[in-house]
């Protein structure tokens, strides 16, 4: 819900505020009944039309992505294969299929609770004893999903979806009434932002409305934790998206910026290094205010790429908003107050490049196709989920990495109809029919 309404703007939104009341109070009622209807032992939700409904979306995931349409052909096939599978479940008689698929969501709710309970606990972020409570919710939910009293798993599906729904729209209301509220021209980057330095008058960025040159581009620079460190040790998911250790104990984390030029270099960094000693670093993960420290802002990337080393990865965009980034970093760095975990230098550079893409779908003027195209898209949804757990823990160079890639692909999203997909299917094989007539002509005149 967020990632969408960063991408549509106020602009948009506050003139049809009264449509996400509307939707919320429709999605509020149709999940409350939903998960009800789930309880009582006479299902009226239509399971195996939705369980359809389910085979046939990952069975076009997983041809999207073999016909290498997609951004990110493993993801969506990752996706797809997933969607597929609790489809045929669901469609299946086998007499187990119920059983399995509590035990799937049963055991992602709890791990998904752990995982905030935990985050929460240690980072101690601004409002984490909601994320706590959230955290604890969502692991009871998972224990309600395993355990068979009232339906005997059989109210699974339709019971997470009514769940799913009343959230939604609790969230669709909660969204109508703060857009109803906000200022003509607030930042929804802003208001969404979780550092301590906002105030409520820094909520308004009014945009310029001037022709941007082309040729602009605005550049992500990530530095990953195990590309900056010597000879580390290898832990996959830890290395990506929270530190790399080497063999001497010594911990990376990585480092973030964001350039436009001329005259816009966005990079967070502490004044005096941090001692990355195990020890140490665990001390300095809570997001409290005795952990703040005076921080330094790098003048250039010419200068820090010299100083320390070329980055890791470079992410492009050409459709963005400069104006208001400019008039973003103008009042960031009025503080120069670094904090490890809620101040650094990926939670400035990913509130950044928000506040630059707040709008820009809104302002494509592709239509409607285009919206749902993006909302369809696996990008999207893989966005989505990287913003949640970052937010519910803290942004790293990895959580940078994995959004802003994401985002970028955004731009120009895989098509979403079967016509597209075949017409893919027809270039990719004439495609290669072209090569295997070349390589036999080759062969001929060898």
Not at 149 to 162: L, N, R
Not at 296 to 315: D, H, L
Not at 358 to 365: F, I, N
Not at 406 to 433: C, F, I, V
Request: positive net charge; charged residues 20%; glycine residues 8%.
């Amino acid at each position: 819900m967020r990632l969408l309404l960063l991408l549509l703007g106020t602009e948009t939104l506050r003139r049809h505020w009264a449509w996400f009341v509307a939707l919320g109070l429709v999605w509020l009622a149709a999940g409350i009944f939903i998960f009800a209807d789930a309880l009582d032992g006479r299902l009226y939700f239509p399971l195996r039309p939705f369980g359809w409904l389910l085979v046939t979306e990952g069975s076009l995931s997983v041809l999207l992505a073999l016909t290498r349409i997609a951004v990110h052909p493993p993801l969506r096939l990752a996706r797809g294969l997933l969607v597929l599978l609790a489809g045929l479940l669901i469609v299946s008689p086998w007499h187990l299929h119920d059983f399995i698929l509590a035990l799937v969501f049963g055991l992602f709710l709890l791990a998904d609770g752990v995982f905030r309970i935990a985050s929460a606990w240690v980072v101690r972020f601004p409002g984490w004893r909601l994320a706590l409570a959230g955290g604890v919710a969502e692991f009871l939910l998972g224990v309600f999903v395993l355990e068979p009293y009232p339906t005997w798993y059989a109210g699974t599906v339709p019971g997470c979806i009514g769940i799913a729904l009343a959230l939604t729209g609790r969230s669709a209301l909660l969204v109508g009434w703060r857009l109803y509220r906000l200022p003509p021209h607030a930042s929804l980057g802003m208001l969404y932002a979780r550092g301590h330095f906002l105030q409520r008058s820094q909520l308004e960025l009014e945009r310029q409305r001037v022709d941007r040159p082309s040729g602009d581009v605005l550049t992500v620079h990530v530095w990953t934790a195990t590309g900056t460190a010597s000879d580390p040790l290898c832990r996959p998911l830890v290395d990506r998206y929270i530190a790399a250790v080497d063999k001497k104990g010594v911990i990376s984390t990585g480092h973030a910026a964001l350039e436009l030029p001329p005259d816009i270099y966005i990079s967070h960094y502490p004044a005096v290094e941090i001692d990355h000693s195990p020890t140490d670093f665990t001390r300095m993960l809570r997001a409290t205010s005795e952990n703040d420290m005076p921080g330094r802002f790098q003048p250039s990337y010419r200068e820090e790429a010299a100083e320390w080393c070329e980055s890791t990865a470079k992410i492009r965009f050409r459709r963005f908003d400069g104006e208001r980034v400019r008039r973003f970093w103008e009042m960031y760095r009025q503080d120069a107050t670094y904090n490890l975990t809620n101040r650094n230098c990926s939670s400035v550079v990913a509130q950044a490049l928000e506040i630059a893409l707040e709008g820009t779908l809104a302002r494509s003027g592709r239509g409607l196709g285009h919206v749902l195209r993006i909302l369809f898209s696996t990008e999207f949804w893989a966005a989505a989920i990287v913003r949640k757990h970052a937010e519910s823990m803290a942004w790293t160079p990895g959580f940078v990495l994995d959004y802003a890639r994401n985002l970028r692909a955004l731009e120009n999203p895989p098509p979403l109809s079967l016509r597209g997909m075949l017409a893919a299917m027809r270039t990719n094989w004439r495609h290669r029919q072209v090569l295997k007539r070349r390589q036999q002509r080759d062969r001929a005149l060898a």
